[in-house]
């Protein structure tokens, strides 16, 4: 486990803007709640909480990465308008310590689905 610090800073904030995510023209998920992750000169990502998203649209896959600063992150592929976007969201659920923020968030690939920030 890495920690975030001055050669790698994280921040997470709660993002005042409902934020909505669609595939194909259905949408995934919709909240008031999602929080902005900025790591290091990495783009921006939103982490939906998995309450406003809806998951029946949602498979777990077997895919599970590692993040030295985040930890495991375990994969769902999207089933919607009649396709399957593979592996197309991850989750922390067990992240480390200092990103328990975004425990029961889910995270979109945004070259896959349409995210946006409305209001």
């Known amino acids: 486990m890495k920690l975030p610090g001055p050669d790698h800073p994280i921040t997470i904030t709660a993002n005042p803007k409902r934020v909505r995510v669609t595939a194909g023209?259905?949408?995934?998920?919709?909240?008031?709640q999602a929080?902005?992750?900025?790591?290091?000169?990495?783009?921006?990502?939103?982490y939906v909480p998995r309450s406003d998203a809806n998951m029946a649209l949602l498979a777990r896959t077997e895919r599970v990465t590692h993040c030295p600063y985040k930890g495991d992150a375990n994969y769902f592929s999207i089933n919607?308008?009649?396709?399957?976007l593979e592996?197309?969201?991850?989750t922390y659920e067990t992240p480390?310590?200092?990103?328990a923020e975004i425990t029961g968030h889910l995270a979109f690939y945004p070259d896959r689905v349409t995210i946006e920030e409305v209001g």
């Open 80 to 84: 919607a308008d009649g396709k399957t």
């Open 96 to 99: 480390f310590p200092a990103m």
């Open 35 to 46: 929080l902005t992750l900025k790591e290091a000169r990495y783009p921006a990502v939103q």
């Open 87 to 90: 592996n197309s969201i991850w």
């Open 25 to 32: 023209g259905v949408v995934i998920a919709d909240t008031t």
